[in-house]
């Protein structure tokens, strides 16, 4: 994906391409040709296998959007088929993909950042944290049709970060179109979930009662002493395991998911809230 800088190479071919996220096949089929040059690539796939419905999906869409600047319709699709869109809802997946619309919303920041002659990296620094929850989280097209304003909300509630900005997302929500469906105040409330989760140095949160696990990267934690503090001073329900694999884990009992969401939210401010005490405090 990181490209290949050899003139004459117009060739590209993929084994198991089964196995790649469409957004990295429409980027590997880019990595061949130049100016007027024909370029080719073959995505294989074992002759003998079984594909899942999702990866024959994937490499029907590669296959059938060819045309020059197919790369916004690309995106359009990997949207709908991990799991963010209006076609791919609870009654298809039954659960919750973020890294959906999160590709689909750095796609666009990638080429609005080229467009303007920025080629950073910061976001690639970025801490990249997946909530792996089986809720009903999506937009329906019942309740937002138009694909300019689907496209818009989707990329707010992406890039929502604090409780204020849930707040005016829901009030504009209702402001535009009335009251918010369950299954968009589960996708923002997600959303919501992974900012705090990032914040708090999380990489990957998780749920398999009684537990509501934050994988921790130690390298992304601000203050490891603040958080042990925060933590011994504050909600019991909450644990830190140790290891090569640490973790913090949060006790919700026996519950549906979408309340240990709702939980995990109220107990991560509530961390958050007094790390930020605690470091307030005179040396």
Request: charged share 30%; no cysteine.
């Amino acid at each position: 994906e990181n490209g290949i800088d050899i003139a004459r190479a117009n060739t590209l071919i993929v084994f198991d391409a089964d196995r790649f996220g469409l957004s990295q096949l429409y980027q590997l089929r880019g990595r061949v040709g130049r100016s007027s040059r024909a370029a080719y690539a073959y995505f294989t796939v074992k002759a003998d296998k079984a594909l899942s419905e999702t990866a024959e999906k994937r490499l029907a869409a590669i296959k059938e959007f060819t045309e020059f600047g197919a790369g916004f319709r690309i995106a359009m699709r990997d949207l709908e088929i991990r799991g963010a869109g209006n076609i791919f809802g609870p009654e298809q997946s039954g659960q919750v993909s973020v890294i959906g619309y999160d590709m689909y919303v750095r796609l666009i920041e990638e080429a609005v950042r080229e467009a303007k002659g920025d080629f950073s990296l910061s976001r690639a620094h970025e801490l990249e944290t997946r909530v792996e929850l089986h809720v009903d989280a999506f937009l329906p097209e019942s309740y937002v049709s138009g694909q300019t304003q689907r496209i818009e909300i989707y990329k707010r509630i992406s890039l929502l970060r604090t409780q204020e900005d849930k707040m005016q997302l829901t009030d504009d929500l209702i402001d535009r179109f009335g009251d918010v469906p369950d299954p968009v105040v589960t996708l923002i409330d997600v959303a919501r979930l992974r900012a705090l989760s990032a914040e708090l140095g999380s990489d990957l949160v998780t749920f398999m009662p009684p537990y509501l696990t934050f994988r921790l990267k130690p390298d992304f934690i601000a203050d490891p002493v603040l958080l042990v503090k925060a933590l011994q001073s504050g909600d019991k329900r909450l644990t830190l395991t140790g290891g090569k694999k640490p973790a913090l884990l949060l006790r919700v009992g026996d519950v549906e998911t979408v309340e240990a969401l709702s939980r995990g939210i109220e107990a991560l401010e509530t961390l958050q809230q007094a790390i930020t005490n605690l470091s307030e405090l005179p040396a």
